[in-house]
């Protein structure tokens, strides 16, 4: 069956610091990936999304970026994290089919201070 | 809005009543999905309804599509207090060029409690 690992589960980092967040998925292949952030009582908001290795799509320009080095592996980054980039980070894949149904990670809750 | 507007924001119901909430949008769609999330977790897929479909059951759920309204309901029945979550619709919309759209576009949730 397939899994997704998200990691860490809690972040704390100061203003400035570098952040990466890792997404992995088990038990299938060529998914279709997506990092979201939704911030305090609000929806889901794509950040980005990759179809292959190396492929990202950016939604919203900002101070993050993601990478694909796997085909099963997800990074999202930044070189200097803002105040307004704290929020709950969630991974998510989806079979390369038609119906799109997307599966999440647990999360990784990010507060920068 | 591209993304769905779910309705009420917030609901609240006593344990065994039913729960209904609405998901509103005004873009052409392929699919309709609803997700619950949990507090502090990730979404969890629940139900699928495509676009030529009007009703879709599963278990306790009862999910509508009206495309002429652009809008779709979620009954949950006879509720639980293990019902109380985030419920997310995530609309999958049509690709203009007919390529492949791999996006879902989420609304921003109805929060249920079910009290015991």
């Known amino acids: 069956s397939q899994t997704i690992h998200q990691w860490p589960a809690t972040l704390v980092q100061p203003v400035g610091s570098p952040l990466s967040l890792e997404c992995t998925v088990e038990?299938?292949?060529?998914?279709?990936l997506y990092w979201y952030r939704q911030a305090a009582g609000r929806g889901l908001q794509l950040l980005f999304y990759?179809?292959?290795?190396?492929?990202i799509s950016s939604e919203v320009p900002q101070n993050l970026s993601a990478s694909r080095p796997q085909d099963r592996q997800f990074i999202l980054s930044s070189k200097k994290l803002l105040l307004s980039d704290s929020g709950f980070y969630l991974c998510?894949?989806?079979?390369?089919?038609?119906?799109?149904?997307?599966?999440f990670g647990a999360g990784t809750r990010l507060s920068v201070l | 809005s591209q993304q769905g507007e779910e309705d009420p924001q917030a609901l609240s119901i006593q344990e065994g009543e039913n729960a209904t909430m609405n998901c509103s949008y005004k873009?052409?769609?392929?699919?309709l999905q609803w997700y619950r999330q949990n507090s502090g977790r990730g979404l969890v897929h629940l139900i699928l309804?495509?676009?030529?479909?009007r009703e879709k059951h599963s278990g306790r759920l009862r999910v509508t599509l009206d495309t002429s309204k652009k809008s779709s309901s979620l009954l949950i029945t006879a509720s639980r207090a293990a019902d109380t979550a985030s419920y997310f619709c995530?609309?999958?919309?049509?690709?203009?060029?007919?390529?492949?759209?791999?996006?879902?576009?989420f609304g921003k949730g109805t929060l249920l409690t079910v009290n015991p």
């Open positions: 998510a894949w989806s079979a390369f089919l038609a119906k799109n149904i997307q599966y």
């Open positions: 038990g299938t292949s060529n998914p279709n």
């Open positions: 990759s179809v292959g290795i190396g492929q």
């Open positions: 873009t052409s769609i392929n699919n």
């Open positions: 309804i495509r676009s030529n479909e």
């Open positions: 995530g609309l999958r919309r049509l690709s203009i060029n007919g390529g492949s759209n791999y996006k879902l576009t």
